[in-house]
C-alpha cells in the first residue's frame, strides 16, 4: 500500500465512523415514534408484551378503528382544531400590526415597549395559569371554548410580534413610499404592500401560534372537565392513564396527531429556527 | 406641466441642520440636476417635495399651490427611486398601472396608457413578468414606466442610475435624455454624478451642506464656477488649485505662490478686484494646463516641471506634474512620449484662469 | 349539529374580540383628534365612563356600579391629561396600530400578573372560593402566605428548599446535556458527509412531535415490566449472568427514580432544538478561518478550541439563555410523568410543585405567594445571565 491508499483508508474509516455515531443517535430520537406505531398495530390480545419487533405478528389497524368509533377522538381533535384556528388567526392580526408600528415608526416609548415584550417571555408560563383560570372561572366560561382562546391568544404574542418586527425591518421602505406617491395612505401601503409580501413570516407567525396552542396541555387541564369538550391532549392523557388495555387506542391516537404536526414542522423548521435565532441575535 | 418653487425650506433632524434655507424655482419643461456629495440634502430636498419628508419650515410650492401639507399623492408628482421600488408581488403592467388602479380610473384608459408607456420603453413583451425576472436596466425602465403612466405634473427621479453597473448606466443616460425630448415634461433628477448632471441638465443645482451654491447651465457651472466647492466638485479630472497671492507691477497683476509666478492678463480679474497682496486661490482645469507642442503654440512665457507619473486613458493622457512643492495635473492627447523624471516645459491657459478668494473661497474672476 | 354550534360559538367570540378592538380604536381614535380642544376633557370625563359602567352592567358584571364608576372615571382622567400633554396627537398611526396588542397584553398577562399579587396577600382557597365568586371579597392575610412558603410544604411533604436545590441542579444538568448533545451531534453533521438533510431531519424529530405524545410514549418506554429498557436489561442479564451477577437488572424507573426518568427523557427531548441552533452556527462561520488555520498547522481540537468556539459563542448564548429559562419553567414534562392520581412528588421541581399546589391541592393563594417567589428567583437568575451576556459582549 502506498501512501496514498493509507490516506483514502484513513478517511473512509473515518466517514465510517461518523455515519455510525450519528445513526446511533438517529436511531434513540426515532425509536420511540417507531414503538408508538408498532404498538398502534397490535392485535388486541397482544397489547402487553415484551416483544419488541416493529411489525408485530398479525399486525392490524383494529386500534385504529376502535379508537375512531368508541372514543371522542374526532371529537377532540374538531375541538383542539376549532381552538387552535381562532387563537392563531387573533394572535397573528394583533401581531402583524404592533410589529408594522415597532418596524416603520418613531415614537415615545417604543423601546420601552420592545422591552416589555421580551420581559413578558420572562414570566413563567405556569405561574398565569392560575390568575388566569380564576379570571375564567368569574367570567362563567369554564368548560367553553372561549374560556380556552382567551387563556392562550396572547400568549405567543411577544414572539410573533418579535419575528414579524425582524421580517418588515428587511423590506425596504422605499416601497411604501412608492406606494405612498402611488395615492395609498400609510394604512393602505401596510395592507396593499407589506402585508402581501410578509407571507412567509405571516405563515410561521401562525404555525408558531398554531402548534404552541395545538400542544398545549396544563390549561386545558384546569379550564376543560367534560370529555367532550377536551383537547386531544386531555384525551389521549386519559387513555393513556386509564387502563392497559387502551394503550393501543393512545397510540394510535399519537400517530394521528403526530403525523401532520411533524410534517408541517418538518417543512417549516428551517424558518422557524431562523426566527428564533435572528431575533435573539439582533437583540 | 408645472413649475416648482422653493421658498426659504429648511429642515431639521433634531439638532442637524439637513436643508438651510433653500431658494429655488424650477420652470415648466425643465430638466433641473441636483448636484452635491452624498450627504449634502439633495436627496432629502426631493424627498419633501415628494411629500415623503416633513418640511421644518419653509414652503414649497407646485404650480403656485402651497403642497407642504398635501398627501404625496395629491401632489401630482411622479417618483423613480433608487433602488426602484417596484413591488415585487406584481407584475410589470401591475406595477404600472397600481396608481391608475387606485384612483379607480377606467380599464380602457388604463390599458391605453400601460400599452402606451409600455411601448415608449420597450416594455411590451415584459408586461406579464415579475420584477424578479427582470435584469437591472429593464427594472429601472419599468420604474420609469410607471411613472410615466401616471402623468404627473412633475418627474422626481432620486438617483435611478446609481444601482446599475457602468455600461447600462451610460445607455440608460442617453434613454432618459431622449425620453425627456419626447415627454417635454418638468424633471427634476438628483444625483451625486456630475457627468449625469453635466449630460443631462437644463438647469444644475450644485448644494453642498444643505445650502444651494450655484444655479446654471451645465457650461455656466463649469466655465464660472461660483465658488471653489462648485470648481473642485464639476468637472474630471478635478481642476487644480494652487494657492498664492496677488501682486501689482506696473498696473498689472501677477500671481505669485511658492513655487510659481504668473502674470494675469486684465480680461481675466475685474480692474477692482485685483488688490496688491491679496490671498487668492488660482484653479486651472487640467485641460487648461498646456503641455509640450501646444505650450509653445499658445504661450510665450513657459514654466518648467518634472514629470512624475502617466496615465494613459486610451485617446487621452493624465500628466502629473511637479514644480517644486506644488503638484498640477494635465490632461494631453495621447500620445505622450516622455519617461518619468524628465524636465517638461509647460503654461496655463490664460482664458481660463479662475480665481477664488482664498477666505470667502468665492470666485473673484 | 354539535359542529355547527361549535362554529357559531367561536364566530361569535370573533364578533366581539372585533368590536372590542373597534371600540378601542374608536376611543383613542378621538383622543387623538380632540385631545387639545377645550370642550373635550369635560366630555370625555363625562361621557367614557358612563358609557363603560353601563357596557359592564350590560354583560352583567359590576352589579354595584358606584366603584367602577370612581375607577373608570380616575383612570378617563389620567388618560386624557396623557394625551393632553405627554402625545399631543403624534404618531397617531403607531399607537393605534399598537393598541390591540398591547391592551390583549394587559389584560391577559398584565393583569393577570397584578392579580396574582393581589391573590398572595389574601386567602383564597376551597372553601372561600364560592364567597369570592359571589361577593368578589376576600379576607386579608398579608405577608402569612410567604411565610407559608418558606415554612410550610407546597405539596404533602417536600419544602420550599428541596424544590428549589432540586430544579437548580435539574436546570443545570438539563442544561449542560443538552448544550454538550447538541454541540456533539451539529458537530457530526457539519462534515460533508451523505444523507445530511435526511439525518437532520429524523435528529429534530423529538422536538417537532408534539410534546404530550413524545413524553408519554417516553413514559411508557420506561415502565418496570414493558418499557423498552427494561426489557433490554432483562435481556442483557440473561445473556451476560455476570452482568445479573453485578446488579444489573431491571429497575423501577417510575417509582423509585422519576427525577432520573424525568431528566433523561427531558435531555431527549431538548437536544434537538441546541442541535439546530449550533449547526445554523457552525454553518455560519466562513471556512476561510479553518483554511487559514490549517496552514497555521492547527490540530482539530486547537481549530475547536480557538475557532469553533469562540465565534459560535454570540449564537450559543442567546440559545442557551432561552433554554435555561424553559428548562427552569418545564412543567410539562413532570407532570405528565408523575402527574397522575398516586403520582410521586420525588420529582417534583418549583413550577410542577406550584402547577400540582394550585390545582391538584387547591391551594388558591398559597400557590399565588408561591409563583412570586419562583418569579422572582427566575428574575434574579435572568438579569445575573444577561450582565453576564452584556459583559462577555464587551470582552469582544
Not at chain 1, 247 to 258: D, E, I, N, Y
Not at chain 2, 253 to 263: K, M, P, R
Not at chain 3, 349 to 374: D, G, M, Q
Amino acid at each position: 500500500m502506498n501512501d496514498k491508499e493509507i490516506y483514502k483508508q484513513k478517511k473512509l474509516f473515518k466517514y465510517l465512523l461518523i455515519h455510525l455515531a450519528i445513526i446511533t443517535f438517529v436511531v434513540i430520537c426515532v425509536y420511540p415514534l417507531l414503538r408508538i406505531l408498532s404498538v398502534s398495530i397490535r392485535p388486541g390480545d397482544k397489547l402487553i408484551s415484551t416483544d419488541l419487533s416493529l411489525i408485530p405478528a398479525g399486525a392490524t389497524f383494529a386500534a385504529y378503528v376502535r379508537l375512531l368509533k368508541e372514543t371522542l377522538f374526532l371529537r377532540w381533535l374538531w375541538n383542539s382544531l376549532l381552538i387552535t384556528v381562532a387563537t392563531s388567526f387573533i394572535g397573528v392580526s394583533l401581531a402583524s400590526t404592533a410589529a408594522y408600528a415597532f418596524s416603520r415608526f418613531k415614537f415615545g416609548g417604543k423601546k420601552g415597549g420592545m422591552i416589555l415584550l421580551l420581559s413578558t417571555q420572562m414570566i413563567p408560563a405556569g405561574m398565569l395559569i392560575l390568575p388566569l383560570f380564576l379570571m375564567i372561572m368569574k367570567l362563567g366560561l369554564m368548560n367553553t371554548y372561549l374560556g380556552m382562546i382567551i387563556a392562550y391568544s396572547v400568549s405567543s404574542l411577544p414572539f410573533s410580534i418579535w419575528i414579524l418586527k425582524g421580517y418588515y425591518d428587511t423590506i425596504p421602505r422605499s416601497l411604501e413610499e412608492a406606494a405612498l406617491v402611488d395615492g395609498t395612505s400609510q394604512l393602505g401601503a401596510f395592507y396593499r404592500i407589506i402585508l402581501p409580501l410578509s407571507t412567509p413570516a405571516l405563515s410561521i407567525a401562525f404555525l408558531f401560534n398554531f402548534t404552541t396552542a395545538w400542544n398545549e396541555y396544563l390549561v386545558a387541564r384546569v379550564v376543560l372537565f367534560s370529555s367532550k369538550q377536551y383537547t386531544w391532549t386531555l384525551g389521549l392523557f386519559e387513555l393513556q392513564g386509564q387502563y392497559i388495555t387502551q394503550w393501543g387506542m393512545f397510540a394510535a391516537g399519537s400517530m394521528l396527531v403526530t403525523i401532520p404536526v411533524l410534517m408541517v414542522f418538518l417543512y417549516s423548521s428551517k424558518w422557524l429556527i431562523s426566527g428564533l435565532t435572528l431575533g435573539s441575535v439582533k437583540g | 406641466m408645472a413649475e416648482v418653487r422653493f421658498s426659504k425650506v429648511t429642515k431639521k433632524f433634531n439638532e442637524n441642520v439637513i436643508l438651510n434655507g433653500v431658494d429655488a424655482e424650477i420652470r415648466d419643461h425643465e430638466f433641473v440636476v441636483i448636484v452635491g456629495p452624498s450627504g449634502c440634502g439633495k436627496t432629502t430636498l426631493l424627498r419633501m417635495l415628494a411629500g415623503l419628508e416633513e418640511i421644518t419650515s419653509g414652503e414649497i410650492y407646485i404650480d403656485n399651490v402651497l403642497v407642504n401639507n398635501m398627501h404625496p399623492s395629491k401632489r401630482q408628482i411622479a417618483m423613480v427611486f433608487q433602488d426602484y421600488a417596484l413591488y415585487p408581488h406584481m407584475t410589470v403592467a401591475e406595477n404600472m398601472s397600481f396608481a391608475l388602479r387606485l384612483r379607480k380610473a377606467p380599464k380602457a384608459e388604463i390599458d391605453q396608457r400601460v400599452t402606451e408607456a409600455a411601448n415608449i420603453l420597450q416594455l411590451t413583451k415584459l408586461l406579464g413578468r415579475m420584477p424578479k425576472q427582470l435584469s437591472g436596466g429593464q427594472r429601472q425602465r419599468v420604474a420609469i414606466g410607471r411613472a410615466i403612466v401616471r402623468k404627473p405634473k412633475v418627474f422626481l427621479f432620486d438617483e435611478p442610475l446609481s444601482n446599475l453597473d457602468a455600461k447600462l448606466r451610460e445607455e440608460m443616460r442617453v434613454e432618459i435624455a431622449k425620453l425627456y425630448q419626447r415627454l417635454n415634461a418638468t424633471i427634476i433628477y438628483v444625483t451625486h454624478d456630475q457627468v449625469e448632471a453635466m449630460t443631462l441638465a437644463g438647469r444644475i443645482v450644485v448644494m453642498n451642506r444643505g445650502i444651494i451654491q450655484q444655479v446654471g447651465s451645465p457650461i455656466e457651472v463649469y466655465r464660472k464656477p461660483a465658488n471653489l466647492f462648485v470648481a473642485g466638485f464639476i468637472g474630471s479630472p478635478t481642476m487644480n488649485f494652487i494657492s498664492g497671492r496677488l501682486s501689482m507691477a506696473d498696473g498689472k497683476a501677477v500671481f505669485q505662490s511658492e513655487d510659481l509666478s504668473i502674470g494675469v492678463p486684465g480680461f481675466v480679474l475685474h480692474e477692482s478686484e485685483a488688490v496688491d497682496g491679496r490671498e487668492v486661490v488660482l484653479g486651472v482645469r487640467p485641460d487648461d494646463v498646456l503641455v509640450g507642442g501646444k505650450a509653445s503654440e499658445h504661450c510665450s512665457e513657459k514654466l518648467q516641471a518634472v514629470l512624475e507619473v502617466s496615465e494613459l486613458l486610451g485617446h487621452r493622457e493624465n500628466l502629473y506634474l511637479k514644480i517644486g512643492q506644488t503638484r498640477l495635473v494635465a490632461m494631453v492627447e495621447a500620445f505622450f512620449n516622455q519617461a518619468p523624471g524628465s524636465a517638461v516645459p509647460f503654461c496655463l491657459n490664460y482664458t481660463n484662469m479662475h480665481f477664488f478668494d482664498k477666505i470667502t473661497e468665492k470666485r473673484i474672476g | 349539529m354539535d359542529i355547527l354550534y361549535s362554529i357559531y360559538e367561536v364566530l361569535w367570540f370573533a364578533l366581539i374580540v372585533l368590536t372590542g378592538i373597534a371600540l378601542i380604536e374608536g376611543y383613542f381614535y378621538y383622543h387623538f383628534k380632540f385631545y387639545d380642544r377645550r370642550w373635550f376633557f369635560p366630555v370625555a370625563l363625562i361621557g367614557f365612563p358612563l358609557a363603560a359602567v353601563a357596557f359592564c352592567r350590560a354583560l352583567g358584571l359590576a352589579a354595584d356600579p358606584f366603584r367602577p364608576l370612581l375607577w373608570f372615571l380616575g383612570s378617563e382622567a389620567l388618560i386624557t391629561l396623557f394625551f393632553r400633554h405627554i402625545v399631543k396627537g403624534r404618531n397617531q398611526l403607531a399607537y393605534l396600530l399598537l393598541a390591540p396588542a398591547f391592551i390583549g397584553l394587559a389584560l391577559l398577562l398584565v393583569y393577570p400578573f397584578i392579580f396574582e399579587i393581589y391573590l398572595s396577600f389574601h386567602d383564597l382557597k376551597l372553601t372561600t372560593i364560592m364567597q369570592w365568586k359571589n361577593t368578589g371579597v376576600l379576607p386579608f392575610v398579608g405577608l402569612r402566605q410567604y411565610v407559608n412558603v418558606f415554612t410550610t410544604s407546597p405539596l404533602s411533604e417536600v419544602t420550599f428548599w428541596a424544590l428549589l436545590g432540586r430544579t437548580l441542579w435539574w436546570t443545570f444538568i438539563n442544561v449542560f446535556f443538552h448544550v454538550t448533545g447538541g454541540f456533539a451531534l451539529a458537530l457530526l453533521l457539519n462534515n460533508s458527509i451523505r444523507f445530511k438533510g435526511f439525518y437532520r431531519t429524523l435528529l429534530v424529530i423529538p422536538w417537532a412531535m408534539p410534546q404530550v405524545v413524545a413524553v408519554l410514549a417516553m413514559r411508557g418506554e420506561f415502565h418496570s415490566q414493558y418499557g423498552f429498557i427494561n426489557i433490554m436489561l432483562v435481556k442483557l442479564a440473561a445473556a451476560y449472568p455476570i452482568l445479573a451477577s453485578l446488579g444489573i437488572g431491571p429497575v423501577q424507573w417510575l417509582s423509585n427514580y422519576p427525577l432520573a426518568t424525568c431528566t433523561l427523557i427531558n435531555i431527549w427531548l431538548g437536544i434537538p432544538f441546541m442541535m439546530v441552533v449550533i449547526l445554523g452556527g457552525l454553518q455560519s462561520i466562513s471556512s476561510s478561518y479553518y483554511d487559514a488555520a490549517d496552514i497555521d498547522g492547527a490540530s482539530y481540537l486547537q481549530k475547536l478550541r480557538y475557532i469553533t468556539i469562540p465565534l459560535i459563542k454570540p449564537v450559543l448564548m442567546p440559545a442557551v439563555t432561552l433554554g435555561t429559562v424553559w428548562t427552569f419553567n418545564n412543567i410539562n414534562v413532570i407532570y405528565l410523568v408523575t402527574g397522575q392520581s398516586g403520582g410521586t412528588e420525588q420529582a417534583d421541581i418549583l413550577v410542577s410543585a406550584l402547577y400540582k399546589a394550585a390545582f391538584t391541592y387547591n391551594r388558591y393563594s398559597y400557590s399565588a405567594a408561591f409563583a412570586i417567589v419562583i418569579f422572582a428567583i427566575l428574575f434574579f437568575i435572568s438579569v445575573f445571565y444577561l450582565k453576564s451576556f452584556d459583559a462577555a459582549k464587551e470582552e469582544r
